[in-house]
T-cell receptor
Framework: GAVVSQHPSRVICKSGTSVKIECRSL??????MFWYRQFPKQSLMLMAT?????????EQGVEKDKFLINHASLTLSTLTVTSAHPEDSSFYIC??????????FGPGTRLLVL | DAKTTQPTSMDCAEGRAANLPCNHS???????VYWYRQIHSQGPQYIIH???NNETNEMASLIITEDRKSSTLILPHATLRDTAVYYC??????????FGAGTQVVVTP
């Protein structure tokens, strides 16, 4: 299967700071990338979808000014959590897909906001 | 959008086959069924997908009923490493994977 990486794997930050998470497709070109969030003991919730070179589409209830998504190339998407607060602490997972093919997931980034 | 229904949990003995059911009675003719699993604290792992024919790969087999209203994922010889939450998903109308609660599978020695 295709390989998707995320960096960092875990991050701790102070409240009010911004955190950037990178998602890379290592062995294929991803026309579409997705960002999910998962709280403890819950399922994954889709946050947004991004297509290379265009603006991300956010799911209902997700603040686009708080979760900035950039998909500047076919192998890289970034999620920036701006002015993070403790309630933003979560497991953030990206996935990537080439055209209409199967979606592959990264290993996730655990964010803890103090 | 087609919804899926899965049992909340199931146990399986190591070395035995694990049969995971999924109901998707509102699935339409051109919608695929996807299976992923998530081992604790990791990203979801793709297992298999199918449209109407049965599928098999190195990880599992997927049996889809003729009316396509349900399917079964079969792990032929479960190991302790197969303990995970298994998700049966039909893409939504925008082609996105929306995760439900899945089935927590525990493989016991």
């Amino acid at each position: 299967g295709a390989v998707v990486s995320q960096h960092p794997s875990r991050v701790i930050c102070k409240s009010g700071t911004s955190v950037k998470i990178e998602c890379r497709s290592l062995d294929f070109q991803a026309t579409t990338m997705f960002w999910y969030r998962q709280f403890p003991k819950q399922s994954l919730m889709l946050m947004a979808t991004s297509n290379e070179g265009s603006k991300a589409t956010y799911e209902q209830g997700v603040e686009k000014d708080k979760f900035l998504i950039n998909h500047a190339s076919l192998t890289l998407s970034t999620l920036t959590v701006t002015s993070a607060h403790p309630e933003d602490s979560s497991f953030y997972i990206c996935s990537a897909r080439r055209d209409e093919e199967t979606q592959y997931f990264g290993p996730g980034t655990r964010l803890l906001v103090l | 959008d087609a919804k899926t229904t899965q049992p909340t949990s199931m146990d399986c003995a190591e070395g035995r086959a694990a049969n995971l059911p999924c109901n998707h009675s509102t699935i339409s003719g051109n919608e695929y069924v996807y299976w992923y699993r998530q081992i604790h604290s990791q990203g979801p792992q793709y297992i298999i997908h199918g449209l109407k024919n049965n599928e098999t790969n190195e990880m599992a087999s997927l049996i889809i009923t003729e009316d396509r209203k349900s399917s079964t994922l079969i792990l032929p010889h479960a190991t302790l490493r197969d303990t995970a939450v298994y998700y049966c998903i039909v893409l939504d109308s925008w082609g996105k994977l929306q995760f439900g609660a899945g089935t927590q599978v525990v493989v016991t020695p």
